[in-house]
């Protein structure tokens, strides 16, 4: 681990960061977003492709549900769509980002600053929403296509690592689901993965059972 993070370090002080979020498919998520208004008191799953996929409303019958996940999204794109999300003052927000993160490079300290400037932005601006960290998913390195994912289960494990110390930190609630998706190697269990990064539609309905169980729904 430590030759692991060595080299991270290393090259995130040479490398130049991508921290552009903004592509056509994010411009036209926001684009129904603002027609798809969030309900106050919602319950909002923010995240990246890995929430978009969820039919959450579904999965949660009765409950006022938003879903503002964005295929491909960053921290910083998060952030940038963050003023929207509090304005409806949502009861609990479950957020799920970072593997994008990760599989542009980023250090841990831009992802955990970004995380930062996430947690003080939703106290100053809806103090009374839950705001719920879950852990970024492990990949599956076998069913992975793009190279860039491979061997990025190390980066996952540390990054959930400092989350969790994080959420101490600010009193927040740290969602750990690595025992519902991992295997025994650590990697994304093969019955819940699409395609090694992505899960299936299966997996969603355990997820939500998952949180209901431990009383976060």
């Given at each position: 681990m430590f030759c692991f993070l060595s080299s991270w370090n290393a090259f995130a002080q040479t490398a130049q960061l991508d921290s552009n979020y903004v592509n056509p498919h994010y411009e036209l998520r926001q684009k129904e977003f603002r027609t798809q208004a969030i309900s106050r008191n919602a319950v909002v799953f923010l995240g990246n492709s890995i929430t978009a996929r969820g039919n959450w409303a579904q999965l949660l019958p009765g409950v006022p549900v938003a879903n503002r996940g964005i295929g491909g999204d960053i921290t910083h794109g998060v952030l940038a769509r963050l003023d929207?999300?509090?304005?409806?003052k949502p009861s609990k927000i479950f957020l799920l980002i970072g593997i994008n993160d990760l599989s542009r490079r980023f250090p841990e300290a831009v992802i955990l600053q970004n995380y930062e400037r996430l947690v003080r932005r939703v106290k100053q601006q809806s103090p009374k929403t839950r705001l719920y960290v879950q852990s970024v998913l492990p990949l599956r390195d076998e069913?992975?296509?793009?190279?860039?994912?491979?061997?990025?289960?190390?980066?996952?494990?540390?990054l959930n690592t400092q989350?969790?110390?994080f959420t101490k930190k600010h009193k927040l609630t740290y969602i750990n689901l690595h025992p519902v998706f991992a295997d025994a190697n650590g990697q994304l269990k093969k019955e819940y993965s699409l395609d090694g990064i992505h899960v299936t539609d299966g997996a969603y309905p355990v997820w939500v059972q998952y949180l209901k169980e431990k009383k976060y729904l």
């Open positions: 929207s999300i509090l304005a409806a069913m992975l296509k793009p190279d860039y994912l491979k061997g990025l289960n190390p980066a996952v494990t540390s989350l969790q110390t």
